[in-house]
Nanobody, 116 residues
Framework: QEQLVESGGGLVQPGGSLRLSCVAF????????MNWYRQAPGKEREFVSY????????KYEDSVKGRFKIARDNGKNAVYLQMNNLKPEDTATYYC?????????WGQGTQVTVSS
């Protein structure tokens, strides 16, 4: 069965850090651009970051630049999002996306809550 499984979310204080993981099961992501999106209550799902298959090209949404870093380990069939200096506005459900062809895969999401 083809799945993306996110983990690593939780409750953290402002200024804290979390590392999200996304592991693919049932398919290989080594040729795929991998993405992180997030969706907060009352807002549309928004792009956070992507990394191309070789890891050479990365991109971040402006509000997370300098705080978040995306990485991948094709040997582990996984992509990661290191989130530092977290802010309350980062509170959202975070989703992993794999850009396959013709299939696009989405994970189930992991909740990140930044609060005192």
């Amino acid at each position: 069965q083809e799945q993306l499984v996110e983990s690593g979310g939780g409750l953290v204080q402002p200024g804290g850090s979390l590392r999200l993981s996304c592991v693919a099961f049932g398919f290989t992501i080594d040729t795929m651009t991998m993405n992180w999106y997030r969706q907060a209550p009352g807002k549309e799902r928004e792009f956070v970051s992507y990394i191309t298959s070789g890891g050479v090209i990365v991109k971040y949404e402006d509000s997370v630049k300098g705080r978040f870093k995306i990485a991948r380990d094709n040997g582990k069939n996984a992509v990661y999002l290191q989130m530092n200096n977290l802010k309350p506005e980062d509170t959202a459900t975070y989703y992993c996306k794999a850009d396959g062809y013709p299939q696009t895969y989405w994970g189930q999401g992991t909740q990140v809550t930044v609060s005192s």
